[in-house]
């Protein structure tokens, strides 16, 4: 019966998860482990959501609002866009995934992205039977902007920028998204998956919501997973054209946002303060870890995310196995095919300076 799965399907791997925190504490003795590997919010979750949480596990029997249009309502005054132009998703993993689905034909078209990217883009090529076409990087593994509007054709359906970047940090400004927006073949979408968009400084250089208006191929998937702490609700969003957001309303399963996440997306919106302070945390924590990482000789890449990525001056996997030894889990990025660098997103304010004095003894 196996001749029953698709032949896309046939090679996927299962996803092998990371080590829990309890497999690290057991495996090596350790009391405290700091993990420091998923760019997850280093103060947690906001107390006015945790409370919201709380009093909407009553109300958990309905089913929620399909496409959860108080909370689009909201981000849209916030952007200064259209409600129709917001669509909510489980995840923005859950918005990528429709893109394909709607946009993509299987066997004919292609999308476009560079390698050392999320692993969620190929995927869904993949999964789709649609063309994964990877552009190799330059130098210093910058964004190859250039390079991506080359190698769209008349069967591009997407091309994805990842701005800030995801491992590198890196950051595309506004006018430079707009000029790529412009400089693609008819009938393709630029997709900018801004996953980190709320820590890149300053926020107006970068900030491409504004360009809606006049760029109409151009859609900016956000999230609440990073810059809010909701990872675990699984809440995302993308804004695009109009007629595009109608399509993936129709087109996809219903109410895959839930009750308590949409609830938990509007308190989130509401509570400044929480948004505040992890900017705060994540922007000091990102100037201390970049200086000492650069002391101790590693190859600091300059970042506008929550994270850094770097190359220490030995090897990155006696590194990262060093960290782990010491109860600190960081991200090596061999499978982003970069064997040689490690990625560290920011912790607490004691959080990095244990992963400082762990760096000292390692390196
Ligand atoms: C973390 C991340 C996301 C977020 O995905 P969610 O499904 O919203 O949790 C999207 N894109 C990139 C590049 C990321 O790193």
Redesign the pocket.
């Known amino acids: 019966m196996k001749e029953r799965v698709r032949k896309q399907i046939l090679d996927f791997k299962p996803y092998t998860p990371g080590l829990t925190l309890e497999d690290i504490r057991e495996e090596y003795g350790v009391e405290r482990v700091i993990k420091l590997a998923?760019?997850e919010n280093p103060l947690g979750v906001s107390p006015v959501v945790q409370k919201v949480l709380g009093q909407k596990a009553a109300e958990v029997f309905r089913y929620p609002q399909n496409h959860s249009p108080r909370l689009a309502a909201a981000l849209a005054e916030r952007l200064g866009v259209e409600p129709d132009m917001v669509v909510v998703?489980?995840?923005?993993?859950?918005i990528?995934d429709m893109l394909y689905r709607v946009v993509a034909e299987p066997g004919r078209d292609n999308v476009v992205c560079y390698e050392h990217?999320?692993s969620?883009y190929r995927m869904c090529a993949k999964l789709c039977g649609v063309e994964y076409r990877e552009i190799p990087r330059e130098h210093g593994l910058g964004l190859p902007m250039e390079h991506l509007a080359r190698a769209a054709d008349e069967h591009t359906a997407l091309v994805f920028l990842?701005s800030p970047?995801?491992p590198t940090g890196l950051a595309a400004t506004a006018d430079e998204i707009a000029k790529l927006s412009r400089a693609l073949p008819e009938g393709a979408l630029l997709v900018v998956?801004g996953?980190?968009a709320e820590f890149a400084e300053p926020q107006d250089i970068y900030e491409a919501a504004p360009r809606l208006a006049e760029l109409d191929n151009l859609v900016l998937?956000?999230?609440?997973?990073?810059a809010y702490g909701l990872?675990g609700m699984?809440?995302?969003y993308g804004i695009m054209p109009a007629w595009l957001a109608s399509y993936l309303r129709r087109a996809r399963i219903p109410f895959t946002v839930n009750l308590p996440a949409e609830a938990a997306g509007l308190a989130a919106l509401e509570d400044e303060v929480f948004l505040s302070e992890t900017l705060r945390v994540v922007c000091e924590g990102r100037d201390y870890l970049g200086r000492e990482l650069a002391a101790l000789g590693c190859e600091v890449t300059p970042s506008q995310a929550n994270f850094l990525m770097f190359r220490p001056p030995s090897d990155a996997t006696v590194f990262f196995e060093g960290m782990l030894r010491r109860g600190i889990i960081v991200r090596h990025l061999k499978s982003f095919g970069l064997p040689d660098h490690i990625r560290v997103n920011m912790g607490t304010e004691s959080e990095n300076r244990a992963f400082v004095s762990a760096c000292r003894e390692l390196l």
């Not at 998703?89 to 859950?94: K, Q, Y």
């Open positions: 998923s760019n998703g489980n995840g923005s993993d859950e990528i990217s999320f969620m990842t970047d995801n998956d996953a980190y998937l956000r999230t609440f997973s990073k990872a699984r809440l995302g």
